[in-house]
């Protein structure tokens, strides 16, 4: 089994920076692909940004490109989404995920991926 554990949301003003993380616990070596998706109230989850195992793929959906990184340390089992220039428009639950078959690809899709933890709270104020 695997567990995913997301920190470091909260609330920021528009404008603002916040650095969320995913602590991957459990038989880690079985996650490949991982990626971050997001969910605001009323809206259907959306694909945020994804990363290939190495760390040398990386896609991001293009509400948030040239503001976020998707980044992740093998070593400590842990990967990052660091968001920049936040807009309220990015409030929302954010969610990691893993891919346990080893995608080729990226996946840009929720079926793409095998584990998810529980979410952490965004809000960005205006």
């Known amino acids: 089994q695997v567990q995913l554990v997301e920190s470091g949301g909260g609330l920021v003003q528009a404008g603002g920076s916040l650095r969320l993380s995913c602590a991957a616990s459990?038989?880690?070596?079985?996650?490949?692909?991982m990626g971050w998706f997001r969910q605001a109230p009323g809206k259907e989850p959306e694909f945020v940004a994804g990363?290939?195992?190495?760390?040398?793929?990386?896609y991001y959906a293009d509400s948030v490109k040239g503001r976020f990184t998707i980044s992740r340390d093998n070593a400590k089992n842990t990967a990052y989404l660091q968001m920049n220039s936040l807009k309220p428009e990015d409030t929302a639950v954010y969610y990691c995920?893993?891919?346990?078959?080893?995608?080729?690809?990226?996946?840009?899709?929720?079926?793409?991926?095998?584990?998810w933890g529980q979410g952490t709270q965004v809000t960005v104020s205006s």
């Open positions: 995920a893993g891919d346990g078959r080893g995608g080729l690809r990226v996946g840009t899709q929720k079926e793409a991926y095998d584990y």
């Open positions: 459990g038989r880690t070596f079985n996650i490949y692909n």
């Open positions: 990363i290939s195992w190495s760390g040398s793929n990386t």
